[in-house]
């Protein structure tokens, strides 16, 4: 089946860049997500590519698509301690109707 | 943006209750519903694809005798879980899908977080 794998922790000091990674294995992934969770809250989207674009972004947030590798990244530029969050990534075949694959998410830590 | 709540956000319940979460989309119609569950520390998956007037998908490995899933209207699935146990403690998150149109996006309710005594 699908699967999501995704490094579990990032620590970067504020003000600095994070670059969070992720790879998949469906190769008819036709949407990416990035997924922020707080402690004891539900998802919040924070963006998504789709499988056609190289790249997208949105204020802080650039996400980079290589189709060819598989591989998606999430960098948060000048991040802030309320940046601090599990960060997941999660992909769908097609629109509508299908749930989402998430990775295992990577717990990002931003020292002051 | 599109609302889906899910009620209760937290529960307590003893060992052989049986405990029912709500999902509910608040101002969009939605055909699928999806049940997710996450342990502690770790990623979400899914348990099943509940489907407005049919019965719900199970995925692999969930009972669906322990887990009702009921999608009685367009706007409300619910999720049972019957002869709770301790290891049935988790965070049980609902996503919705908007009916009749393409969408690249799920709306996800807050999540409920059941503890089993």
């Known amino acids: 089946g699908e699967d999501v794998e995704q490094s579990l922790f990032l620590s970067v000091r504020e003000g600095d860049s994070s670059v969070i990674n992720c790879t998949y294995t469906?190769?008819?992934?036709?949407?990416l997500y990035w997924y922020k969770q707080e402690p004891g809250a539900g998802l919040q989207l924070l963006t998504y590519?789709?499988?056609?674009?190289d790249m997208k972004q949105d204020q802080r947030l650039t996400v980079l698509l290589n189709k060819k590798d598989k591989h998606l990244s999430l960098r948060i530029a000048d991040t802030q301690t309320g940046d601090s969050a599990i960060y997941f990534c999660?992909?769908?075949?097609?629109?509508?109707?299908?749930?989402?694959?998430f990775g295992k998410g990577t717990r990002l830590s931003v020292i002051a | 943006g599109a609302v889906v709540s899910q009620h209760p956000s937290w529960v307590i319940c003893k060992s052989g209750t049986s405990v029912k979460i709500e999902c509910r989309s608040l101002?969009?119609?939605?055909?699928?519903m999806f049940w997710y569950r996450q342990f502690p520390k770790q990623s979400l998956m899914l348990m099943a694809t509940s489907n407005e007037g049919s019965k719900a998908t199970y995925e692999q490995g969930v009972e669906k005798d322990k887990f009702l899933i009921n999608h009685a209207s367009l706007t409300l699935s619910t999720l049972t879980v019957t002869s709770a146990h301790p290891e049935d403690s988790s965070f049980y998150i609902c996503s919705a899908d908007p009916a009749g149109q393409p969408s690249y996006e799920q709306f996800f309710g807050p999540g409920t977080r059941l503890t089993v005594l």
């Open positions: 101002d969009f119609q939605a055909t699928t």
């Open positions: 590519i789709f499988s056609n674009m």
């Open positions: 469906d190769s008819s992934s036709t949407y």
């Open positions: 999660a992909e769908s075949a097609q629109s509508g109707n299908t749930p989402l694959v």
